[in-house]
């Protein structure tokens, strides 16, 4: 992963052939990553920076929750969902039938039909995949109900601030934590672009390579977090989205090709 650090205000405006997302590949034919790499001639590839790693029933154990004092659970992923039910199955435990389920999205909640018999469970999901969606539909349980959080060791964010300013009776359990994979064969790859979207798979490039310089290579970051980390690793921030005219990160690379093309930078 070769790539001496520039200025952070100084964007290098340079032709762009080759980009790393840092995210596994998707898998909808249609992707917009698939119809950019065609519509610009360029060679995009996918290699997820982070993994998950699901905590043992041993392990989760120590944290001396019980799942059964509870009487809702939230999923915000099918992570979450997958992991929750694998640590219930090894402690032997078995949900009752009437515990409830919230899900961040109808996604989410469609994938429980995998654990539990769906249509003889309570199961509610928010009419957005926001997380305004499902605090509309938690906000109507508050004062009835006990919840589980199943999260990864990591989790925060606009969720946990909403159940705690809320006054919701609630605990976050750990049932998965996320690591940094394996990039070691990425060593000697170069690419004109780096794509992040979380804090974690810029810990995950230095866990990698403590040694990385960015020299030429642009970086893009989705999100506010993701480009703070950036900037916090003492990175050149090139690219970033959402950003006005470029709600998405496939149109904030166009945009900065686009950009490149016309300041006449071929090399």
Known sequence: MSSTLVSQENIVLKKVESI???????????????????KLNLKIDFRPFIQVEGISGKEFRKSRINPLDFTAVIFTSRNAISHFFRVCEEMRIKMPQDTKYFCASEA?????????LYRKRKVFYGKTSHVNGLKDVLKKHKKNEKFMLPCSSTRHGALVTYLNESGFTYKMANVYQTVAADLSDLKDIYYDMIVFFSPLGLKSLFVNFPDFKQNETRIAAFGPTTSKAVIEHNLRLDVKAPEPGSPSMTMAIE?????????????
């Open 20 to 38: 790393l997302i840092s995210q596994p590949a998707p898998t909808n034919a249609k992707s917009p990553y698939h119809a950019l790499a065609k």
């Open 108 to 116: 989410i909640a469609l994938y429980l039909q995998k654990f539990i």
């Open 255 to 267: 945009r900065y090709i686009k950009k490149v093309k016309e300041n006449g930078m071929i090399g």
